[in-house]
């Protein structure tokens, strides 16, 4: 079997996405997501590459690699599946060996409730649930080596044409949001995230925003704070694709003192699903045209 380089299948998933139609409509690189949702019948995927240098209260950890990808596939109804699993790489000081594997793998839905209206004077509201599973390695700090639930609230004020506000509000149930060393990591108890975002339009293909992202845990004992900024923004490639960049930086030990991010998203309609849809409803009305 030949062995093949995550960036290989980044290259193979660009050409593919070339040649594919669709609209991106982007969400990286903020960590707060934004109310829209896949288009039915419509396979997304994103992935970037983010390299952090960690705060000096992780030592021996000094810089973490994640690699993340994920998958969301639209369907009836506002609804969304979500999948995305990192690779993590964790460098640690002379003497002390690096660790790199899969992390924690995520599985969820989220489901757009209300569109924004028109004219521009109500936000869109969505929500979203994730269940996070203990694939990666504890021992090396790859994983948590808890289940987590979470449930994210988003709203999204479009302030006009071109400029949007994005504000999120999570409570975790159980588990952490930790990502390799990064992140709260408390054993039990609550943990509630939030985020507020704003992005704009400077043209039809580049976007630029920044945002204030954190977490907390409810037992200050358990738990380490997390809070981030982000600056960064989208440049649209193709009608289809976008490249996505960030740098990034915190003070609170579970957040990054310093990084930078780079990505892609693509959309794959899938035409087949899109047209089986269509040629359903079609034949319902001629059934009940037919009846009346």
């Keep these: 079997m030949v062995d093949v380089s995550p960036l290989s299948r980044i290259v193979v998933l660009l050409v593919?996405?070339?040649?594919?139609?669709g609209y991106v409509r982007a969400q990286m690189p903020f960590y707060t997501d934004?109310?829209?949702?896949?288009?039915?019948?419509t396979l997304h995927f994103e992935s970037f590459d983010e390299y952090d240098g960690l705060q000096s209260a992780q030592y021996p950890d000094l810089r973490q690699n994640t690699f993340n990808y994920k998958f969301n596939y639209g369907l009836p109804h506002g609804l969304e599946l979500d999948f995305d699993a990192p690779y993590l790489s964790i460098y640690r000081a002379p003497g002390t060996a690096t660790a790199d594997g899969p992390g924690d793998t995520d599985m969820g839905i989220k489901w757009?409730?209300?569109?924004?209206?028109?004219?521009?004077?109500?936000?869109?509201?969505?929500?979203?649930?994730?269940?996070?599973f203990p694939t990666g390695d504890t021992k090396e700090q790859l994983g948590s080596g808890l289940t987590d639930y979470w449930l994210n609230s988003i709203a999204q004020e479009p302030l006009s044409?071109?400029?949007?506000?994005?504000?999120?509000?999570?409570?975790?149930?159980?588990?952490?949001?930790?990502?390799?060393?990064?992140?709260?990591?408390?054993?039990?108890?609550?943990?509630?995230?939030?985020?507020?975002?704003?992005?704009?339009?400077?043209?039809?293909?580049?976007?630029?925003?920044?945002?204030?992202?954190?977490?907390?845990?409810?037992?200050?004992?358990?738990?380490?704070?997390?809070?981030?900024?982000?600056?960064?923004?989208?440049?649209?490639?193709?009608p289809r694709l976008a490249f996505t960049f960030a740098v990034l930086g915190g003070s609170?030990?579970?957040?990054?003192?310093?990084?930078?991010?780079?990505?892609?998203?693509?959309?794959?309609?899938?035409?087949?699903?899109?047209a089986s849809t269509a040629s359903s409803k079609a034949l319902s009305r001629a059934i009940k045209s037919s009846l009346r």
């Design 34 to 41: 934004n109310a829209d949702v896949t288009d039915e019948g």
């Design 112 to 132: 757009n409730f209300r569109k924004a209206a028109r004219p521009l004077s109500a936000p869109a509201l969505s929500a979203s649930l994730y269940i996070e």
């Design 161 to 238: 044409e071109k400029t949007r506000i994005n504000a999120n509000f999570g409570f975790l149930f159980a588990g952490n949001t930790s990502t390799g060393v990064l992140g709260t990591q408390n054993t039990r108890g609550h943990v509630y995230t939030g985020g507020l975002s704003l992005d704009h339009d400077f043209g039809s293909r580049i976007t630029l925003g920044a945002e204030s992202y954190g977490a907390v845990a409810d037992n200050k004992g358990l738990g380490k704070d997390q809070l981030q900024e982000l600056a960064g923004g989208w440049y649209q490639l193709t």
């Design 252 to 274: 609170h030990i579970a957040s990054p003192r310093i990084g930078g991010q780079v990505g892609f998203e693509a959309d794959f309609p899938l035409r087949h699903a899109a």
């Design 16 to 21: 593919c996405a070339m040649g594919s139609a």
